[in-house]
């Protein structure tokens, strides 16, 4: 029956393993929990990244193995653990995140979630359920030591869909026009590869993300958990001694762990530029006051907002922070100057 399981990205790495059914009535999952599911309703979510980045279709009765974990999308669910013993759960991210649904977005106000019922859970040689958090790597404690004292260029947006992955990735295409080493950091969001292997095919040298670390998603972790994950990421890009490191926070400012790090003076420490994204005119003063209250001033302004001449110029006319499109990003010169200089921090 083994063979039969499909394996989700955040499982990739896990092998040998039994399933333990003893346990599905008295215990209540962790996040990075790792259990076997069988589909029971086909939902949203029609197919999952398998543990080779393929995008697996999913039927009524296949088996499948994920990880518990939370979930935080605007535009989407909003999904948490289950706070007991629950057998019947939900996708709630095609990279394997598996709980329970709270919310989600009106576009999905007729389509429900893709319904799973636990199987039981994979547990190791001595009867231990797996967990992927830090299964395959070690946890690194903060410490704000950057590789090779590379630039750091966050990227953040208003919201999902902002554009601030897209900025991100031809950020990274315009700074290779340098000649330097460029490499990508996804620190939050929800498993799921498409944003990093963007950023890589816009010719990143080397791309990491959360779940280097084994986290299914970050939604709901400690500010010291995602301070330990950074440095960890950070660690993990040493080998390639970037020159430059362009970072993603998923969602928007007002997010959770957005914000908690966007006010946090040791993460901010470690930032040498911030790229913008937004998807209109207002949504970019708003944020620009938003992070000025911060000391953040933002060396460009890029995002879904730059796809329209006039909502650029509504832009240019009120502020003198730089707007971007994408097209200027990927070609380099001027609108990669803008990252040259460093804010006080």
Do not use: W
């Not at 986290?215 to 960890?232: I, R």
């Not at 993603?248 to 913008?276: C, Y």
């Amino acid at each position: 029956m083994l063979s039969k399981i499909k394996k989700t990205i955040i499982c990739r790495n896990i092998h040998d393993f039994s399933i333990d059914n003893r346990r599905n009535l008295s215990y209540t999952p962790k996040k990075g929990d790792v259990a076997v599911f069988e589909v029971l309703e086909i939902g949203k979510h029609r197919a999952i990244q398998s543990d080779s980045k393929r995008i697996m279709t999913i039927i009524e009765g296949d088996l499948i193995m994920a990880a518990f974990g939370e979930r935080y999308a605007t535009e989407q669910f909003e999904g948490y653990l289950p706070e007991t013993p629950t057998e019947i759960l939900d996708i709630l991210g095609a990279g394997g995140a598996i709980g329970v649904l709270k919310s989600k977005h009106d576009h999905f106000k007729h389509i429900p979630t893709t319904s799973v019922r636990l199987v039981g859970y994979a547990v190791d040689a001595s009867g231990d359920i797996i967990n992927t958090i830090y299964r395959d790597t070690a946890e690194i404690p903060f410490t704000g030591k950057v590789p090779n004292q590379a630039k750091v260029i966050l990227s953040i947006g208003s919201s999902m869909d902002s554009g601030k992955t897209t900025s991100a990735a031809y950020l990274a295409r315009g700074l290779k026009t340098t000649g330097r080493n460029v490499a990508f950091i996804k620190l939050t969001g929800t498993s799921y590869t498409k944003d990093m292997d963007l950023v890589y095919d816009c010719g990143a040298d080397r791309t990491v993300d959360f779940t280097e670390a084994g986290y299914p998603s970050t939604y709901m972790c400690s500010k010291e958990q995602m301070l330990n994950l950074y440095q960890t990421l950070l660690q993990a890009l040493e080998p390639a001694a970037p020159d430059y490191i362009v970072m993603e926070i998923a969602d928007g400012l007002l997010q959770r762990e957005t914000e908690f790090l966007l006010r946090e003076p040791r993460f901010m420490k470690t930032i040498s530029n911030v790229i913008f994204s937004c998807g209109d005119s207002l949504g970019i003063f708003f944020g620009i006051e938003f992070l000025s209250k911060l000391s953040v001033k933002p060396s460009a302004l890029s995002g879904v907002f730059t796809m329209s001449p006039l909502l650029v110029k509504e832009v240019q006319d009120r502020t003198d922070i730089p707007v971007v499109t994408i097209d200027e990003l990927k070609i380099g010169g001027e609108a990669i100057a803008h990252f040259t200089r460093e804010y006080a921090h």
